[in-house]
Nanobody, 123 residues
């Protein structure tokens, strides 16, 4: 059973940065597509960035957010810069058992996710 744990969320001022980390156990991180999603109350979960098992990246916030993977540590990080109040959400790390270069942008294709970490951008 794959287990994912997110960390690194918190309160940050507009323009600030946070680095979220997703620790994966029960499997090798490069055997899965890994996505970072976020959700606010009343809205559907949306993709922020994802990485296929073979390394292809989809990033809907390119220029501000960067996704990276450390196979040795079995983690996938999301570096978030120039944060805006609109980035406030619960951020989830999710794993897709479908392997390949591309990753899915759709929450329903992912079979595992963590408990989420709250990111609040406010002055």
């Amino acid at each position: 059973q794959l287990h994912l744990v997110e960390s690194g969320g918190g309160l940050v001022q507009p323009g600030g940065s946070l680095r979220l980390s997703c620790a994966v156990s029960g499997g090798s991180v490069d055997d899965y597509g890994i996505g970072w999603f976020r959700q606010v109350p009343g809205k559907e979960r949306e993709v922020v960035a994802c990485m296929g098992s073979s390394g292809g990246i989809t990033n809907t916030h390119e220029g501000r957010f960067t996704i990276s993977r450390d196979n040795a540590k079995n983690t996938v990080d999301l570096q978030m810069n120039s944060l805006e109040p609109e980035d406030t959400a619960v951020y989830y790390c999710e794993a897709d058992t479908n392997r390949g270069w591309r990753c899915s942008s759709y929450h329903y294709t992912y079979e595992y996710w963590g408990q989420g970490t709250q990111v609040t951008v406010s002055s």
